[in-house]
């Protein structure tokens, strides 16, 4: 059900990944910017897809992005930080909000060798 789903992914994301990491480090404030021209939006030549300004955080860029993003960063930059604080708030919303989507995070890099599908993977 959808508060199973939303009770697994804030207890193994956010209690057992951020919070600890909260407790041990301080985290930097990102520089976001939109680099349009390394997205292959499906709509462009329907919509203006472009996104000409930088965000304040994770959850304004997302919200100007039409709730789709790209992560792109150096190792240790701060991408999987992000994604998470990004879960976070999008839980939060879903608790308060039944029409609001529960966000799932999938690790991709236990996928990306193995050659099958997606949903037989996950």
């Known amino acids: 059900s959808r508060h199973v789903l939303m009770a697994k992914m804030r207890r193994f994301w956010i209690d057992s ?3 600890p990491l ?6 930097i404030k990102l520089k976001l910017e939109f680099v349009n021209e390394l997205i292959d939006h499906p709509w462009a030549d329907v919509l203006n897809t472009e ?10 860029a997302f919200r100007n992005a039409d709730r789709a993003l790209l992560i792109l960063g150096a190792p240790g930059a701060g991408k999987t930080i992000s994604l998470i604080q990004l879960t976070q ?7 308060e909000d039944e029409n609001q989507p529960v966000p799932v995070i999938l690790n991709l890099s236990g996928w990306a060798g193995k050659q099958m599908s997606i949903a037989a993977w996950a």
């Not at 909260?22 to 985290?27: A, D, L, N």
């Not at 996104?51 to 304004?60: C, F, L, M």
């Not at 708030?89 to 608790?95: D, P």
Request: net charge negative; proline share 0%.
């Open 17 to 19: 990944q951020l919070v």
């Open 22 to 27: 909260q407790q041990e480090q301080t985290f």
């Open 51 to 60: 996104q000409t300004s930088n965000a304040a955080n994770i959850y304004h």
């Open 89 to 95: 708030y999008l839980l939060s919303m879903a608790a």
